[in-house]
């Protein structure tokens, strides 16, 4: 299965928001509501951002929000800041019990 | 607090094997699946395989199925990933995540396999 399709790179100015979409299938990100998001900063581990489709973890800032339409997730960051600069993956369980990641998305903060 | 932390990366020469192994703690191991992740050089997230709570469920993806077994000791708190067959490509710091269709919610610091001759 192919990876879902993330923009490469986005970017916003302090305080703005920004959106990065994640397109998948209906046997994916349309089929189940199972999308979850993922910050990276360099050289640290993945962290949970946003699980089934638009809950946040405990802990998580409520300016990041999930939510979907079709084969296509979003996650929206809003009143960006300089810590959120990091990479951004996408995922979603699939009708194949295997999970596929998107690419990731580059924020850059201005 | 949840501490997964990854041990037995290495340099292996192609062909050869590697096992992987997850220590946990801070958290009930038994109750949750367990995966292994991996992230080449300046690469993307690649999931790699899943292993329910009790071992009754487990998948991989298509580019390790047939090389690569994921396990589990409940009664070490531990998860392992046996690897063999290994080629270049395999090359890649490997995450082990607690989670599954719910998210990974905790992830460790990874392991580096390097795979070259």
């Known amino acids: 299965q192919s990876a879902l399709t993330q923009p490469a790179s986005v970017s916003g100015s302090p305080g703005q928001s920004i959106t990065i979409s994640c397109t998948g299938t209906?046997?994916?990100?349309?089929?189940?509501?199972?999308v979850s998001w993922y910050q990276q900063h360099p050289g640290r581990a993945p962290k949970l951002m946003i699980y089934d489709v638009s809950k946040r973890p405990s802990g998580v800032s409520n300016r990041f929000s999930g939510s979907k339409s079709g084969n296509t997730a979003s996650l929206t960051i809003s009143g960006l800041q300089a810590e959120d600069e990091a990479a951004y993956y996408c995922?979603?369980?699939?009708?194949?019990?295997?999970?596929?990641f998107g690419g990731g998305t580059k924020l850059t903060v201005l | 607090e949840v501490h997964l932390v990854e041990s037995g990366g290495g340099l292996v020469k192609p062909g050869g094997s590697l096992r992987l192994s997850c220590a946990a703690s801070?958290?009930?191991?038994?109750?949750?699946?367990m995966n292994w992740v991996r992230q080449a050089p300046g690469k993307g997230l690649e999931w790699v395989s899943s292993i329910s709570s009790r071992s009754s469920y487990i998948y991989y993806a298509d580019s390790v199925k047939g090389r690569f077994t994921i396990s589990r000791d409940n009664a070490k708190n531990s998860l392992y990933l046996q690897m063999n067959s290994l080629r270049a490509e395999d090359t890649a710091v490997y995450y082990c995540?607690?989670?599954?269709?719910?998210?990974?919610?905790?992830w460790g610091q990874g392991t580096l396999v390097t795979v070259s001759s």
């Open positions: 995922s979603s369980h699939t009708s194949y019990s295997i999970v596929l």
């Open positions: 209906s046997s994916d990100v349309g089929g189940y509501n199972y």
């Open positions: 801070g958290f009930t191991f038994s109750c949750c699946s």
């Open positions: 995540a607690r989670g599954f269709t719910e998210g990974f919610d905790f």
